[in-house]
């Protein structure tokens, strides 16, 4: 059974860090679009950070320069490193497995709150 679990969010004031960690069971993501997500209330979930099977990232224009995601197969994790956090980071960041261009599916974690604020 395929398992994705979010941890590491929490409460930071303005300018602090977090790094989120997303541990994958039950699937090897080397092959994988593996990538961070934010959803803020009465919104869609919005890509903040990609990784591709070729260790290539993306970023979204607000992440760039401040976040970095990497990921760690010998671990089956992939983390978000956020530095000087903003009062606009806030909201559950969800992470996610996606194999749909290798004839599988997009799997998803249940996410974790982050609050930016003094």
């Known amino acids: 059974q395929v398992e994705l679990v979010e941890s590491g969010g929490g409460l930071v004031h303005p300018g602090g860090y977090l790094i989120l960690s997303c541990r994958v069971s039950g699937l090897g993501f080397y092959r994988a679009i593996t990538g961070w997500h934010r959803q803020v209330p009465g919104q869609g979930r919005e890509l903040v950070a990609a990784?591709?099977?070729?260790?290539?990232?993306s970023y979204s224009d607000s992440a760039k320069g401040r976040f970095t995601i990497s990921r760690d197969p010998s671990r089956n994790t992939i983390n978000l490193r956020m530095n000087e956090l903003k009062p606009e980071d806030t909201g559950i960041y969800y992470c996610?497995?996606?194999?749909?261009?290798?004839?599988?599916?997009?799997?998803w974690g249940q996410g974790t709150q982050v609050t930016v604020s003094s």
């Open positions: 990784v591709q099977s070729d260790d290539e990232t």
């Open positions: 996610n497995v996606d194999l749909r261009l290798r004839g599988g599916k997009n799997w």
